[in-house]
């Protein structure tokens, strides 16, 4: 789960080993216990068409999980996906009017106007020293606002047919299935094998040593910022798609899902710790217990009760397990 795996030391004792195996395997554990509770308890998750929707979803949330990681692993936090949903499906609607031609003009339209709520993010956190929560929250009303005031509160225009096509699944596998898989590998392979992934474990670890050691902290934090907010927006056209049509409730709850998904999985708050493989089981772990809970027929406040409960016993589990003795 992290750049580099908590290394066994014998003199240290069994207490500290098994703080280690925790911190570097619980959320695999959870995982599968939860797979196994819910052969027991909701069978019926176990359905192919059933396995198949939780993977869809699953892809939908992961794919801003990927952002969200590495936004926290430089300490930061972003709110202002869920204004980056709504936006992108009113440009994609607006710009493409349900005309196929029209989708790759609209998509970079979308992922530009998403730099540059990413790069508003960063330098208000880099340059101007506002908290990431106070940063990205005032951003999320800024955007929504925005969006709101442009389409008067009508939004218009069809989302055009082309985007069904993630709709379309092979047995479990699907368009944004197969999208996240690669986007994940994509970055694992950026944040482990390149100079930059490096750069951004070191300056959420020690903001302060990475400078004095010549890394442009600040640009490694807009850069994570803007990275963070192209993915939403590529999650946004995903969830167009699916939709079919215009709504601004789209999205809505997935920017605290993702940060609870990197959390579980086992990223840090406080930077530097944490990476993609233990969000990709965070993410498998929110999906199932959502799936779960509809399957059985638990009203929505029983589900937040629940999904509460897995975030502060993971975060809870993994002080604990941090803790130096």
Known sequence: MSLAKTRFNPALGANWRLRAFIANYGVYIAL?????????????LYDVNTIAVVMRQASQLGIVAIGQTMILLVAGLDLSVGGIFFMTSIVVAEVTNGRDEMVIPAILISLALGALIGAGNGVLVTKRRV??????????????????????????????????????????LSIPLLLWLGLNAFFIFVLRGTAYGRKVYAVGSNSEAAHLSGIPVDAIRISVYILGSCLAVVSGVVLTGYVGYVDRFIGTGLELDSIAAAIVGGTAFVGGRGGLLGTIAGVLMIQILSTMAIL?????????????????????LYSVASTEE
């Open 131 to 172: 908290p990431p929560f106070v940063a990205t929250l005032g951003m999320l009303v800024l955007v929504k606002g925005a969006t709101q005031a442009y389409t008067r509160g009508v939004p218009g225009g069809f989302v055009p047919d082309i985007l069904g096509i993630v709709n379309q699944s092979w047995f479990v």
């Open 32 to 44: 599968l216990a939860l797979l196994l509770a819910a052969a027991v308890l909701t069978p019926k």
């Open 296 to 316: 059985m027929g638990l009203d929505i406040e029983v589900q937040f009760i629940i999904k509460g409960l897995v975030i502060l016993g993971a975060v809870t």
